[in-house]
């Protein structure tokens, strides 16, 4: 079992940045061997892919909204994940979610077994 625990959220006006941290705990031996995801979901919107990292961190996909703005990163020592967002837009307004997986990478949101609670954030134009 994997418990996934998101912060940094926040308000920030247009333009600003924002980092996005995700801590793993519980069996995080696991955690070593899982890709990570982050997704958002806005308000009366589905929840939708951002970006996810390899175990090794060598590995990254992002979603075209947010590519080359945002950038997914990952400490093993530290078990935990971050979303570096820069040049946020009103449209990045959303509550986001950190998630887990097996080895492999994904986009789709079925495939990640654990999730964090969400963090807000909040883009004022």
């Known amino acids: 079992q994997v418990q996934l625990v998101e912060s940094g959220g926040g308000l920030v006006q247009a333009g600003g940045s924002l980092r996005l941290s995700c801590a793993a705990s519980?069996?995080?031996?696991?955690?070593?061997?899982?890709?990570m995801g982050w997704f958002r979901q806005a308000p009366g919107k589905e929840r939708e892919f951002v970006a996810t990292?390899?175990?090794?961190?060598?590995?990254?996909t992002y979603a075209e909204t947010v590519k080359g703005r945002f950038t997914i990163s990952r400490d093993n020592a530290k078990k935990t994940v971050y979303l570096q967002m820069n040049s946020l837009k009103p449209e990045d307004t959303a509550v986001y979610y950190c998630?887990?997986?097996?080895?492999?990478?994904?986009?789709?949101?079925?495939?990640?077994?654990?999730w964090g609670q969400g963090t807000q954030v909040t883009v004022s134009s």
């Open positions: 519980g069996r995080t031996l696991s955690y070593y061997s899982r890709a």
């Open positions: 990292i390899s175990p090794n961190g060598g590995s990254t």
């Open positions: 998630a887990a997986k097996g080895l492999l990478t994904s986009v789709r949101s079925s495939e990640y077994d654990y």
